[in-house]
């Protein structure tokens, strides 16, 4: 609970200090920057890089998958066959027209 008690002192010691280092900080921004530049140009190189290389692994590996996937569809779909083939000939005995009657 004395964390709690000492909080507003922390705060007030906080923002003190911080706006005694803010000129420094802003001084020396500048030169922080220059030295991260060639570290985002070594990131961007080696996203690059990887992009170009897993790409098309990504798109060999999507077709692969797409025609895996179109196999086991139709190996789902053999014993339903049967079930099909009686339905068609359901479907061309029915579809004949009936002789109608002279009376």
């Not at 280092?21 to 030169?31: K, Q």
Request: charged share 5%; aromatic share 14%; proline share 10%.
């Amino acid at each position: 609970m004395l964390w709690l008690v000492l909080l507003p002192f922390r705060l007030l010691f906080l923002a003190v200090f911080g706006l005694l280092a803010l000129p420094f900080v802003i001084l020396l921004l500048p030169f922080a920057l220059l030295l991260w530049i060639p570290f985002l140009l070594l990131k961007f190189a080696f996203r690059l890089a990887l992009g170009l290389l897993l790409i098309p692994l990504m798109l060999v590996g999507g077709v692969l998958g797409i025609v895996l996937f179109g196999v086991a569809a139709v190996a789902a779909m053999v014993p339903l066959l049967p079930i099909a083939f009686v339905i068609f000939l359901l479907w061309v005995v029915m579809r004949r027209p009936m002789p109608v009657s002279p009376v």
